[in-house]
């Protein structure tokens, strides 16, 4: 998707005519994932810019969390949407995962920042894992949870994968708002570079769902290709071209 900054109604209202415009192939869903920040937009430039639009996940009335909930309801699934998080003084870039019926499931809290991300967050505490029913183990994680940390450590270090590894997921969650390198060949060098940042999975029985915004927001170009990942077979089941706008589905 690609939304509008500061704009979340009508952010809203667009998911959900791109939702219920392939109803029909939706009544067997497992699990919706939606992008990072998707609802609000990502480049804010300060806590001030971003306060109004901070939420916190145990309000059910609040924009993004009534949004998964009522999803999940609707869908009978599980469904996994990026948001801006108030707790007490801090704030968060972070993902709610709201259970079929309608219950909280797991909220993540982004532990890698990006450089937007710290003129207003606070870094998560650690990667993490939880059961998802019947789904098995999943994995969350938010665009920069995958690179080095800061782009200082170590590139072998893969220290996202490496914990998803170590954790036995068989299921990763990715809500994501990637920006567009000018000098890529995108869509063939970003679904690569991902597969790699996911190395240390390969050849175990894990899915990768990676939702990621598409657009232009404040001069920066998002780079979509949301796709769907089998590490087991190192292998891109099913993914979205750089501009699209839409609901990519895919059976496992």
Known sequence: MNPNLGQVQENIGRARAIVHNRIGELQNLDVLVLPEMIFSGYVFKSRAEIEPFLEDPSDRESPSIQFAIDMARSLDAYVACGFPERSGANAYNSQFIAAPGGSQAHVYRKHFLY?????????????????LGSLGKAGSGICMDLNPYRFQTPFEDFEFANAMRKANVELLLLSMNWIAHESWNLKEELLAYWKLRLYPLRGKSCIAAIANRTGTERDIRFAGCSCVIDLK?????????EEEEALLVCEI
Do not use: M
């Not at 450089?115 to 059961?131: I, K, N, P, R, V």
């Not at 077979?233 to 071209?241: C, G, I």
């Open 115 to 131: 450089e937007t991300d710290e003129a207003w967050a606070q870094e998560g505490d650690a990667f993490e894992s939880y059961q």
């Open 233 to 241: 077979r190192n292998t891109v089941l099913a993914s979205l071209d």
